[in-house]
């Protein structure tokens, strides 16, 4: 079918209109092929036309010349209860030259489920009326799989939200930089977001969006806080919900789950760009021994057309909390201290150890050695091995830096930071930068610490630091893995930072190559001193630093011992025992330089 005229003649519309059909399944999309192409063409709209609505749907648009070509047009017209008409409309303001043309017009899974004998087993759902047999991950998912209506009856309303009459219970996080908007039909920005909602198909419906325009800019985030939830315990609860990601700047959608209020929480899911002009079903399974909450984030893109749509979430085999979940405290001191301590005779030059109450020297608290039996005073020190494989940073800690003007908080956003990451969370492409594999696994699944270059401006520092060490002996020395890769690395750098003096001990700056490379800092003997990290940015976000698998080795003090030295030993001058070979090696050994006299 095609129109192909000259004209001068002012408002021509030429409409091509559909039987009229009486209902869809939730799974029907509608494809043509079509051509518009000529100087001044003008455009063409497909129109729903739903019994009972007074507003058309617009469900597809091509505005322009597209090119002497056949184009495919997808689109998804989903479940439909009333009767429709489909409305392809040729519009032609003043002057028309040109050829449209439409064919191969194909409906596909419009079709109801098929009623079935019998439905048994685990994980079937038998609809009441239409008798089809149904997988129960569709039941109360707001979607009327059935046909009739009966996997969507007897739904908990405080598990569902399709927007129609506000956000439910789920609410704006205030600590972001700006809120969802709900809104019905097109999205303001042509070429990016839904044309209608999602639940019914329609420009009637509600759903949520993220307006990607200015004033707002590249990073910035919305994110939405669901209701609170009990411990799953050994069951599933099960998070459903449709997003909408159109557009040629489209960034990122991800999902996360917190059991900490004022925390981040970690994430189960995200999806990266633009993934076609359509709402798309996600299905995530969530386990939790503690209450917990889900947060959904959305990130602009870098440019107005990245304009990202939520409809339709549910949860399945979940129930509400009623309560509040903790927080934990924002400082980063990197210790921790119980609230009580055990009767003890301890001054305030000593540590108390923690079960037993016996006193030691304060220098002997975080000296990689334990000397209390219950190993307290290494507790809240840095790890001597850490390969970050449980998430948790073993001691390591960010201090408030400058760039944060001393007002470090756990919702900082844009900062360039170090956090922890992995390669199953990569975005498309930031494989090129970033590490896609850890060094202690070496798979995808594996942890390590990077501090993300897509955060911050050229020259911005992150550091990480060990709380004090309070004494190292004289072969201690650091080893790590660094990743760095990328077209504008800036550099890594390895400070020893005491009271009122920092001093660099080792630096690497540039790319060098996508792979993990070892590094080792000898450290010697040190007193009250912390380890920092040290990640400079460069002038893009093309170069990510990365650290796995830090060690400190053979870091314990010297011990003086309760015997004499033999004869294969030196006795230093503090009474420590050294090895006969250490002497006059230029190290010193004793911790009192004793070994290195010239006059041994």
């Given at each position: 079918m095609f129109i192909l005229r000259n004209s001068s003649s002012i408002s021509q519309i030429a409409w091509l209109r559909s039987p009229k059909f009486r209902q869809t399944g939730s799974n029907?999309?509608?494809?043509?092929?079509?051509?518009?192409?000529?100087?001044?063409?003008?455009?063409?709209?497909?129109?729903?036309?739903?019994?009972?609505?007074?507003?058309?749907?617009?469900?597809?648009?091509?505005?322009?010349?597209?090119?002497?070509?056949?184009?495919?047009?997808?689109?998804?017209?989903?479940?439909?209860?009333?009767?429709?008409?489909?409305?392809?409309?040729?519009?032609?303001?003043?002057?028309?030259?040109?050829?449209?043309?439409?064919?191969?017009i194909t409906f596909e899974n419009c079709a109801l489920p098929p009623p079935a004998l019998s439905c048994e087993g685990p994980g079937r759902f038998w609809c009441r009326d239409t008798k089809a047999c149904i997988d129960s991950l569709l039941v109360c998912d707001l979607v009327d799989n059935c046909g009739d209506g009966s996997d969507?009856?007897?739904?908990?309303?405080?598990?569902?939200?399709?927007?129609?009459?506000?956000?439910?219970?789920?609410?704006?996080?205030?600590g972001d930089d700006f809120n969802w908007i709900r809104i019905q039909g097109p999205t303001p920005t042509v070429n990016t977001g839904p044309l209608k909602d999602h639940t019914t198909?329609?420009?009637?419906?509600?759903?949520?969006?993220?307006?990607?325009?200015?004033?707002?800019?590249?990073?910035?985030?919305?994110?939405?806080?669901?209701?609170?939830?009990?411990?799953?315990?050994?069951?599933?609860?099960?998070?459903?919900?449709?997003?909408?990601?159109?557009?040629?700047?489209?960034?990122?959608?991800?999902?996360?789950?917190?059991?900490?209020?004022?925390?981040?929480?970690?994430?189960?899911?995200?999806?990266?760009?633009?993934?076609?002009?359509?709402?798309?079903?996600?299905?995530?399974?969530?386990?939790?021994?503690?209450?917990?909450?889900?947060?959904?984030?959305?990130?602009?893109?870098?440019?107005?057309?990245?304009?990202?749509?939520?409809?339709?979430?549910?949860?399945?085999?979940?129930?509400?909390?009623?309560?509040?979940?903790?927080?934990?405290?924002?400082?980063?001191?990197?210790?921790?201290?119980?609230?009580?301590?055990?009767?003890?005779?301890?001054?305030?030059?000593?540590?108390?150890?923690r079960a037993s109450g016996h006193c030691i020297q304060m220098i002997q608290k975080c000296d990689f050695r334990p000397d209390c039996s219950d190993k307290s005073d290494e507790s809240a020190c840095v790890m001597e091995v850490c390969d970050f494989e449980d998430k948790n940073q073993c001691g390591w800690y960010q201090p408030a830096s400058e760039q944060m003007s001393g007002n470090y908080s756990i919702h900082t956003t844009n900062?360039?930071?170090?956090?922890?990451?992995?390669?199953?969370?990569?975005?498309?492409?930031?494989?090129?930068?970033?590490?896609?594999?850890?060094?202690?696994?070496?798979?995808?699944?594996?942890?390590?610490?990077?501090?993300?270059?897509?955060?911050?401006?050229f020259g911005d520092?992150?550091?990480?630091?060990?709380?004090?060490i309070s004494l190292t002996g004289p072969k201690c020395k650091i080893i790590f893995w660094n990743h760095m890769n990328g077209s504008t690395i800036g550099s890594l750098e390895v400070l020893c930072k005491t009271r009122n003096k920092t001093s660099k001990l080792w630096i690497q700056s540039g790319s060098q190559g996508p792979q993990w490379n070892r590094a080792e800092v000898f450290l010697g003997i040190r007193s009250n001193f912390q380890v920092v990290f040290r990640a400079k940015r460069g002038v893009s976000y093309m170069g990510d630093v990365a650290v796995d698998d830090i060690t400190f080795e053979d870091c314990s003090p010297l011990l003086i011992p309760d015997r004499p030295c033999t004869s294969e030993e030196f006795t230093c001058a503090n009474k420590y025992c050294i090895p006969k070979d250490n002497l006059c090696d230029f190290v010193n050994d004793c911790a009192d330089n004793s070994d290195e006299s010239p006059t041994i």
């Open positions: 029907c999309t509608l494809s043509f092929w079509y051509y518009n192409y000529g100087q001044s063409v003008g455009a063409a709209e497909m129109h729903l036309l739903v019994d009972g609505l007074k507003q058309p749907t617009v469900l597809w648009r091509a505005y322009y010349n597209m090119g002497n070509q056949w184009l495919k047009a997808v689109i998804q017209l989903g479940r439909l209860s009333r009767p429709f008409q489909l409305s392809l409309d040729k519009i032609s303001l003043g002057f028309y030259d040109g050829i449209s043309a439409v064919d191969d969507e009856d007897n739904c908990n309303p405080d598990l569902q939200c399709n927007f129609e009459n506000g956000l439910c219970n789920w609410e704006q996080d205030i198909g329609t420009a009637m419906g509600h759903y949520l969006y993220m307006e990607s325009s200015e004033p707002h800019q590249f990073q910035d985030e919305a994110i939405l806080l669901s209701p609170l939830f009990n411990p799953s315990g050994n069951r599933t609860c099960i998070f459903r919900f449709y997003y909408h990601m159109f557009g040629k700047q489209v960034y990122k959608l991800s999902v996360f789950q917190r059991t900490v209020s004022n925390t981040k929480g970690w994430l189960l899911w995200y999806k990266f760009g633009n993934q076609g002009n359509r709402w798309i079903r996600q299905t995530l399974y969530i386990s939790s021994f503690k209450p917990f909450q889900i947060l959904v984030k959305g990130i602009v893109g870098d440019g107005f057309a990245g304009d990202i749509g939520l409809d339709d979430m549910s949860f399945l085999g979940c129930t509400l909390y009623n309560g509040n979940l903790p927080t934990i405290s924002t400082t980063t001191s990197g210790t921790s201290v119980p609230a009580t301590l055990p009767m003890n005779n301890c001054t305030e030059e000593e540590f108390v150890c900062v360039f930071k170090w956090e922890l990451g992995r390669g199953a969370n990569l975005y498309p492409e930031q494989e090129k930068h970033c590490p896609l594999i850890d060094h202690t696994t070496c798979t995808e699944e594996g942890w390590y610490l990077f501090a993300d270059s897509s955060n911050g401006e520092i992150a550091d990480i630091a060990t709380p004090v």
